[in-house]
């Protein structure tokens, strides 16, 4: 094995092409030179130097060690950096709704996690309600949340349109009671549902409630209730309700925004924040019906 040390000594005399001047070089005697440079050689089982009245010169082992000298010198130099840079490791905890997770990480998330390899990225997913509680309790940095309201402490990213859905073929939507999926508690979504249903209207039997938008979309095109659902997740499989027409709650246009810890803001978070920024179009992108 090739010890770090032999090889700065060996540089040293290579560029110096003198023991002496190498020794001051690297701060040793010359004979503590003169061994290290005999335990390379003995170590390679080549002589590397040639001595004469001149000074020394390189043997071809000698050019060809020096060629991987400066290379194993230059990974141990970029090994100490990289492990000094991750030595204060910083973290960033951000908070997805649970039902946009996968598009947020296909997007941005992947990308700066393999950019920013000495940053620990915390991902934790809620439903919206719960994720602005958590902010305002100091449990997260950035996170990204949906509500009806235009942000008055965020930065609207995009608007999000839902669509109440039922099966293409189904009859869950002709019910008396009509069967619904939702998402649960303290999500905005079911929220504006329960505060637009109006006693004139039939009444509801929520039959699903879960943040997963693949299990809505399942109960939706297995007939099994109809469900709100964002445009860009409606299927060829489900058709589309006019709320008006069907006697249901109202859905209205949501926002979906960056909301910050002000106290927690660092370079890090803002890098964040501009790759977020940056995938707008393709976080809001929806597929065509």
């Known amino acids: 094995m090739l010890k770090v040390e032999l090889l700065e000594s060996f540089i ?3 560029e110096c092409g003198n ?3 190498a020794a001051e070089k690297v701060c040793r005697t010359q004979s503590a030179l003169s061994l290290q ?3 390379l050689e003995e170590s390679v089982g080549q002589p590397l130097l040639i001595r004469d009245n001149k000074g020394v010169t390189l043997t071809d082992s000698g050019n060809t060690l020096l060629n991987y ?12 950096d990289d492990l000094k840079d991750c030595q204060n490791r910083e973290t960033i905890r951000l908070g997805v709704p649970t039902d946009y997770l996968k598009r947020y ?13 000495c940053i620990e990225l915390v991902i934790d997913t809620d439903v919206s309600g719960n994720l602005y509680k958590r902010l305002q309790q ?10 009806w309201q235009a942000p008055i402490h965020g930065e609207l990213l995009f608007e999000r349109k839902f669509h109440w859905v039922c099966a293409k073929k189904g009859n869950a939507h002709l019910r008396e009671i009509i069967p619904m999926a939702l998402y649960p508690e303290n999500c905005p979504i079911r929220a504006q549902v329960f505060a637009n249903h109006h006693m004139s209207m039939r009444p509801i039997n929520v039959l699903l409630s ?17 469900a709100p659902i964002a445009e860009f997740r409606i299927t060829e499989n489900m058709l589309v309700l006019d709320a008006i027409e069907h006697n249901l709650p109202p859905l209205p246009t949501f926002n979906e925004s960056l909301y910050l810890n002000p106290d927690t803001q660092t370079e890090a978070t803002e890098q964040l924040i501009v ?10 992108e929806t597929v065509p019906r």
């Open 138 to 147: 100091g449990e997260f940095d950035v996170i990204v949340a949906t509500h």
């Open 37 to 39: 440079i005999k335990k």
């Open 12 to 14: 040293a005399v290579a």
């Open 105 to 117: 990480l296909n997007s941005c998330l992947i990308e700066f996690i393999r950019e920013f390899t």
């Open 19 to 21: 023991l002496s001047k």
């Open 275 to 284: 790759l977020i920024k940056a995938n707008v179009a393709e976080l809001a």
């Open 69 to 80: 000298a400066y290379k194993m010198m230059q990974l141990s130099s970029k090994a100490l």
């Open 210 to 226: 879960t943040p997963s938008p693949d299990a809505l979309c399942m109960a939706v095109e297995n007939d099994l209730a109809i």
